[in-house]
């Protein structure tokens, strides 16, 4: 049942997606407003196909795939957040196809739930799970925003006269949004971390730095880290702060890529 | 219809002789009083803008002296103003209104000051009564048009001076500009006008720099600002989110390395340039820096003209309005003109009918209710029946120009005398009628 809702909720995000790709060369207020809508009811979708998870009773979130579908929940309740503030559906270029990934991938078929060597330690394993996924949802948006801002910023400097008509909210707004997002996800980053770690203390009594899950988390961490700081020093942005960005991003694909890898940190056998 | 039109505007004189004319707020009910007292005058109005001088009139015969009127008051000699004078008559100068008003006659086309200030002038000439029945249906149809105009068209979308674009391009690069602050370098009118607009959109406060420091002072004075000294400029301008540039140095006066020390002194916090200046103040190697948006005169200028663009097509479909406005109009004022007569021949052919009546009832004596009722119905079918052809006729003939020979005929035939309505309703008197057209 969770995966049909889940697959109504794919529905609705197509319409996010297409409009991701239509905003990208015009603005049409109707059209916005109709991915805002169709965004939300596949939000509920989702809700409900995440509730249905729970109610399961398994230790729901360990397996990839509803790993996949909790972040594409995640970002989009971070970008319903941001257009309540901000009034602007722009970030959606980035967050829709994204989240329709996410989405699309975790809807595909039901994976076995691995039974968990460490179930002792659910409380913790659940904190770990909803923190990390919180900061990689913010890392999504602010990458996205930091994607924006350079666009925004070609435009202007360009001179052209359609600047004037873009679709983009103003600069120095993209600049709010990635920022907040930003500060708000390093917490949540740090905090699933540490949680992870009590949980893998507790399991294995050691911590394996030589993983290469471990490794690539730390590395994340480090470069969000070094973007906060470098922000919050010297405000860095524009050009820099997207190099930055994309580098954290790609860490955090890869990161997430490495449960494949991993011999620690597994979902699926 | 009778309107007459006489004035200046901004193509056609210069700002010299623009400035005599010019009329202060204060002295505008006098004038037109003035106006309207004025032999051949019925009723006048007076618009008085930095672009334009308009004196709007309708008259008693279509054919007063207004360019007398200018000379009178304004004690100039015909050959110091004349040349710059355009005039409008009729059809033309109901044209010429609905043009104005729209904003199609603007310097800038599409502002939307202009209306506010026709709405003024027309308030103020009827508040002293100088402005009366057919300049008040003039001007509310003037409104209405300009009205469809700015819902019909996207002339009036958004403004188009530099000044304007200037905050357009503000507001992309800060979003709101509440709490910004401005830097004027080099005091001039139109950094002035740049910096007005920018306070009127919520800017915070005002630095103002100049060679001469007691220009500063004066400007800085006007915003409540603060005037710095050119020499303290690299040390404050930092402080400022936009930066007005307009001195006459004949080399760039911010190079990179200056704009490299505001943005580590800003912590990156972007930096807008507005350069009006030619030879330009920001140099292009300083405008290349991540942060740092500079905008020189043609950059502005190019995008104003892009709106321009856009805009000319609007105007042609702000053109066609304004055309099929202005005929129906002209229909409805010669609607107007018959309808006194169509009044008047009702009443003759009422007034006979009761005779008439009244004759039959000396006669028959006595008559019951149901009698009474069937005569009256009787006498007025009859009525209704004969005058409803030439009612029609005058109707349909008040929207062609055939309208006044219809109407003279019609009363020649009945021999009618329109009943005073003269206040609302234009008088078609005979003498009228022969010296129109």
Known sequence: ?269 | MRFQLIGVNHKSAPLEVRERLAIPESRLPDTCRELAAYPGIEEGMVISTCNRVEVVTHTVNGAADLRGFLHDHFHLKPEELDAHLYEFREKDAVRHIFRVAASLDSMVVGEAQILGQVKEAYATARAVGACRGQLDQLFSRAFAVAKRVRTETAVGSSSVSIASVAVELAKKIFGTLQGKNVFIVGAGKMSELAARHLMAHGCASIFVANRTYDRAIGLAQKFNGQAIKFEDLYNTCDKADIVITSTGAPHAIFRREHGEQFLSRRKNRPMFFIDIAVPRDVSPEMAKLDGIFAYDIDDLQQAVSSHVADRRKEAELAEAIIAGEVERFEARLHTLDVVPTIVSLQDHLETIRQAEIDRVRGRMGQLTPEQEIAIEALTRGIINKVMHTPITTLKTAARESEATTVVDVVRRLFNLQVKGKEDTVPATTKDELGTRH
């Open chain 1, 1 to 269: 049942m969770s995966l049909l809702w889940l697959r109504f909720a794919l529905g609705c995000y197509f319409i996010g997606l297409i409009y991701a790709f239509v905003a990208l060369t015009r603005t049409s207020d109707l059209f916005s407003r109709i991915a805002l809508h169709a965004a939300s009811l596949g939000m509920v979708f989702h809700f409900v196909s995440l509730v249905e998870l729970f109610l399961t009773g398994h230790v729901l979130w360990a397996s990839v795939h509803n790993g996949e579908s909790l972040l594409g929940f995640l970002s989009m309740t971070f970008f319903m957040v941001i257009y309540s503030i901000y009034q602007t559906t722009s970030p959606g270029v980035v967050v829709f196809p994204v989240v329709f990934f996410l989405t699309f991938v975790a809807a595909v078929d039901e994976q076995p739930v691995l039974q968990m060597a460490f179930i002792q330690h659910k409380g913790w394993l659940v904190a770990h799970i909803i923190l990390i996924f919180t900061g990689y949802a913010a890392l999504v948006l602010s990458f996205g925003a930091s994607l924006l801002y350079l666009i925004q910023e070609r435009r202007l400097k360009a001179k052209k006269p359609s600047s004037l008509i873009s679709f983009l909210p103003a600069l120095e707004v993209i600049d709010q949004i990635g920022y907040r997002s930003l500060l708000l996800g390093f917490p949540f980053m740090t905090l699933g971390l540490i949680t992870g770690s009590i949980v893998a203390m507790s399991a294995y009594g050691h911590i394996d730095f030589t993983d290469p899950k471990i490794l690539l988390s730390l590395l994340m961490w480090a470069v969000y880290m070094i973007m906060v700081f470098t922000r919050w020093n010297s405000g860095w942005r524009g050009r820099r702060a997207a190099v930055l960005a994309t580098f954290a991003f790609v860490a955090a694909i890869v990161a997430w890529a490495a449960n494949y890898f991993s011999t620690i940190h597994r979902f699926a056998a």
